[in-house]
């Protein structure tokens, strides 16, 4: 309205209104270089968040890169980070309003340049003559269905972006984290990212740009950074079996999710004195002994207060008993709507306390059993 009031054509003042908007939103995920850029609200939900892409430009000033092709760049919040480690980046976009937002926004740096052009068509031997030494690639996954599950088919296709490495050998790449470990090439480091426990993306590496072949997690949290190294014969061997606990005893432990996907539980629950999974296929692991250092970088845990029958009327009754009135429920293995669930064991409840709920499957004295876990923090 202030706006409006001042002369500002409606249409510039709707755009300004938006910005300001979208900069509020992108400053969690981006920090403080949001409020130098400018937004679409597609690629503001889509950018990398500002701590992943300084890891991703870690990566590639370690390798000893110099010029990277940002292809499918975006708004370019990965080549501000390139650019932010003194690289040369070229992005490449296609949509024109995306591709002049993306300008503006590496505008301080004079060794990054956006250009439009399809990625799908792009030439990487070109690429190569003009010096670039690595190529960063982030392909379309979405279509006018929603996401799209075969690689094959994202822009450009993966085996696509696989190619370029005969060219140009140092090759990222983002994939969707539930990419098959079978459409992984088996020189590849295959990365999935966590922030504050929330699984972010998945990435693979090649040439210089990876430290070894396999899987790997990074964990981000608050400040911290933590890698977890799946051994391994490589990053197309299937995940180690964990074992499996007879019996819900004093901890359970959730493993981070990017840790889950990597194919690390067994691994991680080895890592905790006493540890096995409360089910098979089910990824809620239990132990008598408090959790280790190393087990602690990569999970979160409760102490177990009291276990239940699955039935809403006797956890009702029992959290009242605890005084909960305040609840986070989880689930593993079985068909129940969690909020629903909560909405039914919470109805007047009066009390203060806090607790979490899992509800599960367990494998108690040799019987697979439903179960209702009350646990704390």
């Not at 900069?23 to 937004?39: H, W, Y």
């Not at 004195?273 to 990569?298: M, Q, R, W």
Request: net charge positive; charged share 25%.
């Amino acid at each position: 309205m202030k706006l409006r009031k001042m002369g500002i054509p409606a249409d510039i003042a709707a755009e300004v209104a938006l910005q300001c908007e979208l900069r509020r939103q992108a400053a969690t995920k981006l920090g403080e270089d949001a409020d130098k850029m400018l937004f679409t609200r597609d690629g503001m939900e889509q950018a990398t968040r500002a701590a992943v892409a300084t890891w991703h430009a870690e990566k590639m000033s370690e390798a000893n890169v110099h010029y990277i092709a940002d292809l499918g760049c975006g708004l370019a919040t990965e080549a501000i980070a390139f650019s932010k480690r003194a690289l040369k980046v070229l992005g490449i976009e296609l949509d024109p309003k995306t591709a002049a937002y993306a300008k503006n926004n590496v505008s301080r740096w004079p060794d990054a340049d956006i250009q439009i052009a399809d990625v799908t068509k792009i030439d990487i031997g070109k690429l190569k003559a003009e010096g670039v030494d690595a190529l960063f690639a982030d392909p379309a996954r979405r279509g006018p269905r929603g996401r799209i599950a075969n690689p094959a088919m994202w822009s450009p296709p993966l085996p696509a972006v696989y190619a370029w490495r005969t060219l140009i050998p140092n090759v990222a790449v983002k994939v969707a984290p539930g990419i098959r470990y079978s459409d992984v090439p088996a020189d590849a480091e295959a990365i999935w990212a966590s922030v504050d426990g929330s699984l972010v993306e998945a990435s693979l590496w090649f040439g210089d740009l990876r430290e070894r072949a396999g899987r790997s997690a990074i964990i981000f949290r608050g400040d911290q950074r933590h890698l977890f190294q799946v051994e391994g014969e490589g990053p197309t061997a299937p995940a180690a079996a964990a074992p499996v606990a007879d019996g819900i005893m004093h901890w359970i432990g959730e493993v981070d999710s990017a840790v889950l996907r990597a194919g690390g539980l067994a691994q991680w629950a080895h890592s905790w004195p006493g540890a096995g999974i409360l089910h098979d296929g089910i990824a809620y692991v239990t132990s008598e002994t408090s959790p280790s250092p190393e087990a602690a970088k990569y999970g979160h845990f409760w102490e177990v207060q009291t276990v239940l029958p699955l039935n809403a009327k006797k956890v009702k009754k029992e959290l009242a008993r605890l005084g909960i009135g305040k609840l986070e429920v989880k689930k593993r293995g079985v068909q129940i709507d969690p909020a629903a669930f909560r909405k039914s064991v919470l109805k007047g409840a009066t009390g203060d306390g806090a607790a979490t709920l899992f509800l599960t499957r367990a494998q108690v004295n040799g019987k697979s059993k439903h179960v209702a876990i009350v646990a704390t923090e």
